[in-house]
T-cell receptor, first 112, second 112 residues
């Protein structure tokens, strides 16, 4: 089954404690992306990757890092989380950035 | 600067009637538009799309209309069903873009 998986689905953490949200896709897509969803703001792109070892900032990259060492995986790293990063996060993948994107189920992060 | 706007946060319709969800955009370089549907605790899923060379695209009960001069698109659902109750996101991209822009979403409730 074609899918994008994210882990964990729910996470409560404290300010400053480094965390990683994993994302994996099994569709051999070159393009992967991370979004955050906040009330009234919709989906805002954090980072994207055009291919292995090729990543770039989206609209709201501050406080986040990513890596793309393998085509299927695109982890999101919060080196020092802060309360304003409390949000619902989605990973997505597609053949290319202009095409239909396949989304993971989401990770709800709370930073206390 | 939100380039894709969904000005109605919510919409409620009766089962069997038409649902019309609206979306406006500001970037005249957008040439591909999509609608995604999102249920609670799930990621968005692709619903229907339209290229800027068309003004209408139909898929079963779902039709998307594009008015390029007004920079406006709409999603029509006929007839609406309770299972259509979800948040609908409008999205857009342009040639050469490395990302896709999303609206804030409209929560549709279809009452039995």
């Amino acid at each position: 089954e074609a899918q994008v998986t994210q882990n964990p689905r729910y996470l409560i953490t404290v300010t400053g404690k480094k965390l990683t949200v994993t994302c994996s896709q099994n569709m051999n897509h070159e393009y992967m992306s991370w979004y955050r969803q906040d009330p009234g703001l919709g989906l805002r792109q954090i980072y994207y990757s055009m291919n292995v070892e090729v990543t770039d900032k989206g609209d709201v990259p501050e406080g986040y890092k990513v890596s793309r060492k393998e085509k299927r995986n695109f982890p999101l790293i919060l080196e020092s989380p802060s309360p304003n990063q409390t949000s619902l996060y989605f990973c997505a993948s597609s053949l290319d950035p202009g095409n239909e994107q396949f989304f993971g189920p989401g990770t709800r992060l709370t930073v206390l | 600067d939100q380039q894709v706007k969904q000005n109605s946060p919510s919409l409620s319709v009766q089962e069997g009637r038409i649902s019309i969800l609206n979306c406006d955009y500001t970037n005249s370089m957008f040439d591909y538009f999509l609608w995604y549907k999102k249920y609670p605790a799930e990621g968005p899923t692709f619903l229907i799309s339209i290229s800027s060379i068309k003004d209408k695209n139909e898929d079963g009960r779902f039709t998307v209309f594009l008015n390029k001069s007004a920079k406006h698109l709409s999603l029509h659902i006929v007839p609406s069903q309770p299972g259509d109750s979800a948040v609908y996101f409008c999205a857009a991209s342009g040639v050469g873009d490395n990302d896709m822009r999303f609206g804030a979403g409209t929560r549709l409730t279809v009452k039995p």
